[in-house]
């Protein structure tokens, strides 16, 4: 018998109060188990609980009575050793997941465990559902390179990326440049002194702007504090007084500081005089100059030094352009010739996933038709330059219109389809879980897909809950659920059976009666047959 690449596998599945089931241990052998109890016993459940573990939705209706939380523990096998995965439902609050021990995310445990899981089952399908999967399914059977196309694009987007850095493309860059000089020449020609400028014209325009007023204010006051005032008579008189009085010196220098100071202001008075222009024309030009420093503060900064040094930007700006025109046009050029090069290699991966595709849809035919699935009908969509919108479409009765896989309405119907899919399409990944893929089938049928699984199962772990006697007997190792009613509620075990109660178990299934002798003969001669056939 074949095994599975223990490189990646999953060996050993723990449950913890899910739904009936308080306690179950599972160890996961290579090749082909089959997971078999009466109605009710809580096979789906072990389904359910590798769901979770992969990172499916959780709900709090699937905590047991055995406490206030269900836990699910998984040991996998994989590059990296082995790894514990764990995933805690509580009854209130969300769920937890844990990666060897630490705290990790939901979305990590469906990362990690998508390559080595995937789940068909009636709450949930994994892997060839999804349309990404069967592109690479499509290109791994019809042995199609796209690591050249996956290298050109690659390639493509650092080329990209530094014409992005210096700009854009040419025309992009022609644009940016013609609108940074723009902004340089706008700013240049305001010929902006210094930052204070527009502080000083504020100045300036409040004090022309009421020109005669401001002139008859500032002479009233350099008349009063003039030398020749009588404000500055008195003083003097006063200092008069005092000076030379030995107790009053202290007196006599803040007087003779004060004369100072109005002289000071008194001239300061005149000067502003001086300065006042009553001609209208020179407060229409700094109301004029104003408004242009204004309009660039409003463009390029809260204050005329945010201006300047918007402008040095600008300069840099303009010379990072104009200097680095030989590596665009380089890199451009290389741009150019890449491109061709990649749509010749996206002509060469379309016409081969076209021309594949085809033969893939009657491989999968040839599965179908032995599943009980004998008048489906499969065939790909195949879109995009280079044919990467990969689609399976499939009907599987006769007159219906062909429909994604996902919409596929019964978990049996699906379950096959995916088990034909798997038998044709790569050996990814490791283990395979299989649920309701026996729904509504029987006899020879059921042999068929017995046969398949067990097919399957030579180069990959196979997981299958089967009510068919005709599936189980194909199994290398068969697990057992039971359910029996306790005087505490009911008590489900989970175990492995050996020759003798595999015997009676597949009897149990054959007829209903465990211990009827001819049930166990059939179940005997079931399980030498299926060998057989392998």
Wanted: glycine share 8%; proline share 2%; aromatic share 2%.
């Amino acid at each position: 018998m074949d095994t599975t690449d223990s490189d990646n596998q999953l060996l050993e599945l723990v449950v913890t109060n899910l739904g009936v089931i308080e306690q179950a241990a599972l160890v996961l052998k290579p090749g082909m188990t089959a997971i078999t109890g009466e109605t009710g016993a809580g096979k789906t459940l072990l389904v359910t609980a590798l769901q979770l573990l992969s990172g499916g939705r959780s709900d709090s209706s699937l905590v047991g009575v055995h406490g206030d939380e269900a836990t699910v523990e998984g040991r996998f096998i994989c590059e990296e050793g082995e790894v514990i995965l764990r995933r805690v439902i509580p009854r209130e609050g969300r769920s937890r997941a844990y990666y060897n021990g630490q705290l990790s995310t939901v979305g990590f445990l469906q990362e990690f465990s998508g390559p080595i899981v995937e789940i068909h089952g009636q709450h949930g399908y994994s892997g060839l559902v999804h349309t990404e999967h069967q592109r690479e399914a499509l290109d791994t059977f019809a042995r199609i390179d796209t690591s050249r196309l996956e290298k050109i694009r690659a390639d493509e987007k650092a080329l990209i990326a530094i014409l992005e850095e210096h700009g854009g493309s040419r025309g992009e860059r022609s644009k940016e440049l013609e609108l940074y000089k723009f902004q340089a020449s706008e700013i240049d020609e305001a010929e902006i002194t210094d930052a204070g400028e527009d502080k000083r014209l504020q100045s300036e325009e409040l004090l022309l702007g009421d020109a005669a007023g401001n002139s008859e204010a500032a002479i009233q006051v350099a008349q009063l504090l003039g030398s020749d005032s009588r404000f500055i008579d008195e003083i003097s008189d006063a200092l008069r007084k005092v000076s030379g009085r030995e107790s009053l010196k202290e007196l006599e220098k803040e007087i003779n500081r004060l004369i100072d100071e109005a002289s000071a202001v008194a001239s300061s008075a005149r000067d502003i005089t001086e300065s006042i222009d009553s001609n209208p024309e020179k407060l229409s030009q700094i109301q004029q100059r104003r408004s242009l420093l204004t309009g660039l503060r409003r463009k390029y900064g809260e204050t005329l030094d945010d201006v300047l040094l918007y402008r040095a930007d600008l300069q840099q700006k303009i010379e990072m352009i104009e200097g680095s025109s030989q590596r665009v046009k380089e890199t451009e050029l290389s741009l150019l010739e890449l491109r061709e090069e990649r749509d010749s290699e996206e002509q060469r991966v379309l016409g081969e996933r076209k021309k594949s595709a085809p033969k893939l849809s009657k491989e999968i035919l040839q599965h179908l038709v032995g599943l009980s699935l004998p008048n489906a009908f499969l065939e790909f969509s195949i879109d995009g330059k280079s044919g990467d919108e990969v689609e399976m479409l499939i009907a599987l009765n006769k007159g219906s219109a062909t429909q994604p896989l996902s919409k596929i309405a019964s978990g049996g119907e699906l379950s096959r389809t995916m088990l034909a899919l798997r038998l044709v399409l790569s050996n990814n990944p490791a283990t395979a879980i299989f649920d309701e893929v026996d729904a509504g089938i029987g006899g020879e049928v059921a042999l068929s897909v017995g046969a398949a699984l067990k097919n399957l199962s030579r180069n990959r772990q196979v997981v299958v809950v089967t009510h068919l006697a005709q599936v189980a007997a194909f199994a290398d190792t068969h697990i057992g659920v039971t359910k029996t009613d306790t005087k505490t509620g009911l008590n489900v075990e989970v175990v492995q059976l050996d020759d003798d109660k595999r015997i009676v178990e597949i009897s149990r299934m054959l007829s209903g009666s465990p211990e009827s002798e001819n049930a166990q003969k059939h179940a005997v001669e079931l399980i030498a047959a299926s060998r057989s056939d392998t």
